[in-house]
């Protein structure tokens, strides 16, 4: 998989790309990372990327030129499964979304500043917008992030454990069950016996059981979710 960036603030990618298993994935050539500097696209001798709406309303804007150069330069060189725009009014990332993208080949992300973009981009040349949530960040930097994360971990060969990622949260629609870790009993706290039984079948069990329990108590429009789907 290949994944190119399009920012304005390429060093924001540094750090993250350069870490667990985003950085691990990188070193087994199962993804490649591209950044690209909006500011490298523009035509403006201040390489500005930002310009006044049209209409007077506060804030500025970005312009359609420098996307529409970057992307053009890089669909010379190869085909795009999605090209994505980092939008709080877009489609709310999911895990059946993520599960389906880890599947493509050629992604970009183009993350949004300012105001917005110039709404062009998103008519013409945008195939898909996401959102990480119903608010506004300062920029799309750190949505494109999340999205690259929550697609590549799950490319196969990038989890040591891949069964680890198949119980995650949410890839059953429900929230995981509680999970515990040695010491049993740590300061009068003690680990469900049943978990110490080593009967995989009532483990298994409970587990399924807690899963369905903590997704009533914190997300109950899972299960309702779940129920119509049925």
């Known amino acids: 998989m290949r994944i190119d960036f399009l920012t304005v603030l390429p060093e924001m990618f540094e750090s993250p790309l350069a870490c667990s298993i985003m950085k691990r994935a990188e070193q087994k050539g199962l993804v490649e990372y591209h950044v690209h500097n909006l500011r490298d696209y523009t035509t403006d001798k201040h390489r500005k990327v930002d310009d006044y709406p049209f209409g007077g309303e506060a804030g500025m804007v970005m312009k359609i030129e420098p996307v529409d150069r970057c992307l053009s330069a890089l669909r010379a060189e190869r085909d795009y499964d999605e090209i994505i725009y980092t ?37 013409h040349l945008v195939t898909r917008e996401i959102s990480i949530g119903d608010y506004v960040l300062t920029g799309g930097e750190l949505p494109a992030l999340v999205i690259a994360d929550s697609i590549v971990r799950l490319i196969p060969g990038a989890i040591g454990d891949e069964q680890s990622a198949l119980s995650d949260s949410f890839q059953d629609d429900i929230l995981s069950a509680p999970v515990y870790s040695r010491p049993a009993v740590y300061n009068g706290w003690e680990v469900p016996p049943i978990l110490l039984s080593g009967h995989e079948a009532k483990i298994a069990e409970w587990r399924h059981e807690q899963a369905l329990e903590r997704t009533r108590l914190l997300r109950p429009h899972l299960l309702d979710k779940l129920n119509a789907d049925d």
């Open 87 to 123: 939008s709080p009014d877009g489609e709310l990332l999911s895990q059946h979304m993520a599960n389906s993208m880890s599947m493509l080949g050629n992604i970009v992300i183009l993350c949004g500043h300012y105001k917005g973009i110039d709404h062009r981009i998103r008519e």
